[in-house]
């Protein structure tokens, strides 16, 4: 079994930042593929970003993030960071550490179910 713990959200103004850490633990030597999704009130579930083991860690973005959001992974011990920068009032939501044990390539990453283990999700609220 796996655990993912997600930590670091919070209130920050529009233009600031923030950094997500996901902490996995259990079984986790074979979490190939580690990603982040994000739920505002009353939206589904959407991706947000993407990494994988292969290509020396492989990195993919939803549209509305690229360029702002930057994902990266210890490999040690797994613990994966969202890296959010000049955030918008869009961006509120809870973010949601996801975790595959199969590897995934473009746009394959984006798919909520192909993830095997959740968090609890951590709140990201962003003021005017």
């Known amino acids: 079994q796996v655990q993912l713990v997600e930590s670091g959200g919070g209130l920050v103004q529009a233009g600031g930042s923030l950094r997500l850490s996901c902490a996995p633990s259990?079984?986790?030597?074979?979490?190939?593929?580690m990603g982040w999704f994000r739920q505002a009130p009353g939206k589904e579930r959407e991706f947000v970003a993407a990494?994988?083991?292969?290509?020396?860690?492989?990195?993919y973005y939803a549209d509305s993030v690229k360029g702002r959001f930057t994902i990266s992974r210890e490999y040690v011990e797994s613990t994966v960071y969202l890296q959010m920068n000049s955030l918008k009032l869009e961006d509120s939501a809870v973010y949601y550490c996801?975790?595959?044990?199969?590897?995934?390539?473009?746009?394959?990453?984006?798919?909520?179910?192909?993830?095997?283990?959740w968090g609890q999700g951590t709140q990201v609220t962003v003021s005017s």
């Open positions: 259990g079984r986790i030597f074979d979490l190939n593929t």
């Open positions: 990494i994988t083991r292969s290509g020396g860690g492989s990195t």
């Open positions: 996801a975790a595959d044990r199969g590897y995934c390539s473009g746009s394959a990453c984006y798919v909520r179910v192909r993830y095997d283990y």
